[in-house]
C-alpha cells in the first residue's frame, strides 16, 4: 500500500511539471481572458427603445409639462380669489365705518347752528334776571354736547385746530394775514371747525393762516 502511494505522488508531480501543460496554460487563460472581456462588452451596450416605449416616454414628458402648467394656474388663480377676498372684505369694513358719511355730513350743519347759536348770546345776558334766555341757553348747550357725545360714538371727531402748524390735508387756508407775535405758518383764527370720521378727513376746518410780514 505504501509503495502504491509513492508512485502515485511521483506521477502526479511529473504530470504538473509537464511543459506541455506549463505551456498551455497561458493559452487557455488568455482565450478565458478574451471570452470573459467579450462578455462584458456585450453586456454593457444597452439595447435601443422600441418606437413603443419612445411613444411612451414622450407621453410621459407630456403629461408632465401639462401637470406644471396645470398646477402653476392653478397657484395662481388661489392667489387671485385670495386678493379679491381680501378687497372685498375691506370694501366691507369700508362700508361699515363710513357708510354713514353723507349722513354725518348732514348732521355737521346742524352742530355747527348750535355752535353759532350759543356764541351770539351775550354771555352778560345770561343770569337769573332774564330766566327765559338762561333757559334757552342751558338747553342749547346741553344739546351741543350730546350731540358731540353722539358724534364720538361713531368715530366723528371735532377738530379745533388753533395755535396749530397749518396742515393742508386737514385745514383749509381762507386768508393769510401777518400778526404780530405769532409764528408764521401757524394758525390765527378758526371760522368753521373741521371733522374727521374714523380718522379720515370728512371736513378740513377753515383757518386763517399767519404768513410772514
Same mark, same amino acid.
Given at each position: 500500500?505504501?509503495?502504491?502511494?509513492?508512485? !502515485?505522488?511521483?506521477? @502526479?508531480?511529473?504530470?504538473?511539471?509537464?511543459? =506541455? +501543460?506549463?505551456? &498551455?496554460?497561458?493559452?487557455?487563460?488568455? $482565450?478565458?481572458?478574451?471570452?470573459?472581456?467579450?462578455?462584458?462588452?456585450?453586456?454593457?451596450?444597452?439595447?435601443?427603445?422600441?418606437?413603443?416605449?419612445?411613444?411612451?416616454?414622450?407621453?410621459?414628458?407630456?403629461?408632465?409639462?401639462?401637470?406644471?402648467?396645470?398646477?402653476?394656474?392653478?397657484?395662481?388663480?388661489?392667489?387671485?380669489?385670495?386678493?379679491?377676498?381680501?378687497?372685498?372684505?375691506?370694501?366691507?369694513?369700508? !362700508?361699515?365705518?363710513? @357708510?354713514?358719511?353723507?349722513?354725518?355730513?348732514? =348732521? +355737521?350743519?346742524? &352742530?355747527?347752528?348750535?355752535?353759532?347759536? $350759543?356764541?351770539?348770546?351775550?354771555?352778560?345776558?345770561?343770569?337769573?334776571?332774564?330766566?327765559?334766555?338762561?333757559?334757552?341757553?342751558?338747553?342749547?348747550?346741553?344739546?351741543?354736547?350730546?350731540?358731540?357725545?353722539?358724534?364720538?360714538?361713531?368715530?366723528?371727531?371735532?377738530?379745533?385746530?388753533?395755535?396749530?402748524?397749518?396742515?393742508?390735508?386737514?385745514?383749509?387756508?381762507?386768508?393769510?394775514?401777518?400778526?404780530?407775535?405769532?409764528?408764521?405758518?401757524?394758525?390765527?383764527?378758526?371760522?368753521?371747525?373741521?371733522?374727521?370720521?374714523?380718522?379720515?378727513?370728512?371736513?378740513?376746518?377753515?383757518?386763517?393762516?399767519?404768513?410772514?410780514?
Amino acid at each position: 500500500m505504501a509503495t502504491w502511494c509513492v508512485r !502515485a505522488i511521483r506521477q @502526479g508531480s511529473s504530470i504538473i511539471a509537464s511543459p =506541455l +501543460l506549463v505551456r &498551455a496554460t497561458p493559452r487557455l487563460l488568455c $482565450t478565458a481572458a478574451q471570452q470573459k472581456s467579450s462578455g462584458t462588452g456585450t453586456e454593457e451596450e444597452k439595447p435601443e427603445p422600441s418606437a413603443a416605449e419612445k411613444a411612451f416616454i414622450e407621453e410621459k414628458t407630456q403629461l408632465e409639462e401639462q401637470l406644471k402648467d396645470i398646477t402653476d394656474k392653478y397657484k395662481r388663480a388661489l392667489a387671485d380669489t385670495e386678493n379679491l377676498r381680501q378687497r372685498s372684505q375691506k370694501m366691507i369694513d369700508d !362700508a361699515k365705518l363710513y @357708510g354713514i358719511q353723507g349722513f354725518c355730513k348732514d =348732521l +355737521l350743519e346742524v &352742530a355747527d347752528i348750535l355752535e353759532k347759536a $350759543t356764541e351770539s348770546v351775550p354771555k352778560t345776558e345770561i343770569s337769573t334776571a332774564n330766566p327765559h334766555l338762561k333757559n334757552l341757553y342751558d338747553g342749547l348747550v346741553m344739546t351741543e354736547v350730546q350731540i358731540q357725545k353722539v358724534f364720538q360714538k361713531h368715530g366723528l371727531v371735532k377738530l379745533n385746530p388753533d395755535g396749530q402748524k397749518f396742515d393742508p390735508y386737514e385745514h383749509e387756508a381762507v386768508f393769510h394775514a401777518p400778526i404780530e407775535g405769532k409764528e408764521p405758518g401757524t394758525i390765527a383764527v378758526v371760522t368753521k371747525v373741521g371733522y374727521k370720521l374714523h380718522g379720515r378727513n370728512l371736513r378740513p376746518a377753515l383757518v386763517g393762516v399767519v404768513k410772514a410780514p
